[in-house]
């Protein structure tokens, strides 16, 4: 059987927040400009 407790003593994250935040800032920010990219290409036809 599964000891739940000493599974999570063994529990190690693998990024922390402060080091996941930066990088959907970036996904976020490159989202935005494909989608500026986009409805630019859409607007001029």
């Given at each position: 059987?599964i ?13 922390s ?10 996904e ?17 036809e």
């Amino acid at each position: 059987m599964i000891d739940f407790k000493e599974e999570l003593d063994k529990y190690e994250p693998v990024l922390s927040v402060d080091e996941v935040e930066p990088l959907v800032k970036d996904e976020i920010k490159d989202i935005m400009e494909l989608l500026q990219y986009i409805t630019g290409k859409l607007s001029k036809e």
